[in-house]
């Protein structure tokens, strides 16, 4: 039972409950208002923070006991970025994971399949990542990824089964696509904001003031910030004694069907 159906039971419950005391003890309106604005108010947090696993299981990061931390980029691939990742990553011999969305996969398929062929791991972004992906139905989010699996398997031969969520947000008809599906959704425990910051500096603090263990960092390919400071997040990682593995190895989970 996910934390939404709990949640919603109680609060039908709770709801049935003042009602049928509602003649003995004349509740007040704002008791009903106010056990609204609770429900509602946990259903956005559960939809907006992934690593809450409100609406589906979720895997945020790895065990705070091992000593690597996964690095993954989201939204390519996009050429003349992609490449430059790939470029520090093959100097460094870091293995990453891409979660990317089907149509750009469909207009660059030589860009994944370089991906591939360096030992990265593909995992599904969604089809269009439009803005309004969100209010799809369960059966329009099973068609996005479905979609993507095949474009995927058709340039590599692989069918992954790690699925992030644009923008990272969740709610029940993806949680009915993903289970219909059977893909494993993973998230990040660092979130480095790079599509919006523009001071390198402060985005490497971001990304390393709290490194340790079990992390899955989350960047962007497309970022030229995150080019520029991805040899010192790699280099700061082997100071601090952190391996840097792809996030199948480090949650332990397989990443194709
Ligand atoms: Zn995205």
Redesign the pocket.
């Known amino acids: 039972m996910s934390r939404y159906a709990i949640v919603s039971t109680v609060f039908l419950v709770i709801l049935l409950g003042s009602l049928s005391l509602d003649g003995v003890f004349n509740i007040s309106l704002y008791w009903y208002i106010g056990l609204l604005l609770v429900y509602l108010s946990m259903n956005v947090y559960g939809a907006v923070v992934l690593s809450a696993q409100y609406f589906l299981r979720t895997r945020c990061s790895g065990s705070q006991s091992v000593s690597s931390i996964a690095i993954t980029f ?2 390519g691939p996009v050429p003349g970025m992609t490449e430059k990742i790939l470029d520090i990553l093959k100097q460094h011999e870091i293995p990453a994971a891409f ?1 990317c ?1 089907g149509h750009r996969i469909k207009e660059n398929p030589k860009l994944l399949r370089r991906l591939h062929d360096e030992g990265h791991l593909i995992g599904n ?1 969604s089809y269009s ?1 439009k803005n309004t992906f969100d209010f799809l139905s369960a059966t329009g989010v099973v068609k996005e990824l479905a979609e993507t699996n095949t474009i995927i398997h058709e340039c590599v031969g692989v069918t992954p089964r790690f699925f ?1 969520p ?2 990272g947000v969740t709610n029940p008809m993806i949680a009915k696509a993903v289970a219909r599906l059977n893909l494993t959704v993973v998230g990040w425990s660092i979130r480095s904001f790079d599509t919006i910051s523009k001071d390198k500096k402060k985005l490497f603090n971001r990304v390393t003031q709290s490194l340790r263990g079990g992390d899955v960092i989350l960047f ?1 390919d497309y970022c030229d910030v995150t080019i520029s400071i991805l040899p010192d997040v790699i280099a700061h990682a082997s100071k601090l004694g952190l391996k840097i593995v792809r996030v199948d190895t480090l949650l332990n989970e397989k990443a194709y069907g």
């Open positions: 989201d939204d979660f969305i972004h990542h992030r644009p923008y962007h």
